[in-house]
């Protein structure tokens, strides 16, 4: 397993401010047992378009990885975006995040578009600020009108 930085960690801890666990528990899930949160998954339906959900961060304490912890999170985030009326779920990564690019791929998410690409990752610069670039994943999870 590749370890992370100090500064990688650092930059994943920043993503969950309290206000996530303030203002979008409704729309978000979390896994545990007595001794604690094993994995959560932090989203949200968009206030200001009616057809996007959104997954902020997902995480899975590493000694349950791979058993398909984060699939069946994000599989009860989309069904239940899908049964809100919510047509496209939404979500980032950094380009650096391999396995986060994986999980989502494997998942079904496309890849959106950048401005240039990195190892044949579309890439988009500077997407959260100087030097902080994203790659962006959608999956439509409602038949297009007419298909
Ligand atoms: C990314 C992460 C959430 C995946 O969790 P997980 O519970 O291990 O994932 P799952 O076991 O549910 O995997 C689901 C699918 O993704 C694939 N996948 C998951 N992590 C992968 C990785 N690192 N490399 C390649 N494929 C991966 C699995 O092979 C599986 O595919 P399959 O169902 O077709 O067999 C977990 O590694 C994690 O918490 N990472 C740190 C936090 C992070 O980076 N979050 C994402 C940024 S928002």
Redesign the pocket.
């Known amino acids: 397993m590749t370890r992370r930085t100090p500064d990688q960690a650092r930059e994943?801890s920043l993503?969950l401010p309290k206000l996530f666990l303030q203002f979008f528990s409704s729309t978000s899930l979390v896994l545990e047992d007595d001794t604690g949160v094993k994995?959560f998954l932090v989203g949200f339906h968009s206030a200001d378009n009616d057809d996007v959900a959104y997954?902020?961060?997902?995480?899975?304490?590493?000694k349950?990885?791979?058993?398909?912890?984060?699939?069946?999170?994000?599989t009860a985030f989309l069904q239940r975006a899908a049964e809100a009326g919510r047509e496209e779920v939404r979500?980032?990564?950094?380009p650096a995040?391999?396995?986060?690019i994986?999980?989502?791929?494997?998942?079904g998410f496309d890849l959106e578009e950048g401005d240039r690409e990195i190892d044949g990752l579309p890439v988009h610069s500077d997407y959260d600020g100087p030097g902080q670039d994203r790659v962006c994943f959608y999956k439509r999870i409602a038949p297009r009108a007419g298909s």
């Open positions: 994943l993503l994995a997954i902020h961060f997902v995480g899975v304490d590493p349950l990885r791979g058993q398909g912890v984060a699939r069946r999170l994000y979500a980032i990564t950094s995040n391999t396995g986060s994986a999980f989502h791929r494997a998942m």
